[in-house]
């Protein structure tokens, strides 16, 4: 079985490396990004979509939601999560369409992570 390539994007750097090593020790492949620009060119360089753009909500520089933009026009098929301490999203927002279960709730434990992640990338409820 193939391993499933996560992409995860977030500023913050201490939890962007402590989910790396939730998701890696799940065996999961992990890319890793700081902001949006660094996703698209790491995305863009691998050639294959990764599985999974694990971002954070509220990054820096590019928003989350030109993020998901510019990833599904590369690679309609990769699968979206967003985490957030907060989620207060406009009505027709395109990440307000997201399935409950790609929602993480920022601070969580590790099971919580991985348990959202397997769900998303099954397509199953949470």
Known sequence: MVARTILVVDDYEELRQLTEEILIGA???VLSAADGDEAVRLADRRGSPPDLLLTDLNLS???ARELVTALKGLYP???VMVMSGSLDL???DPL???APAAFLAKPFMADDL???VHSVLEDEPM
Do not use: A, D
């Open 27 to 29: 065996g999961y492949q």
């Open 61 to 63: 520089g590019m928003p």
């Open 77 to 79: 098929s990769i699968k």
């Open 90 to 92: 406009p009505l027709g």
């Open 96 to 98: 307000s369409k997201l």
């Open 114 to 116: 991985l348990k959202t």
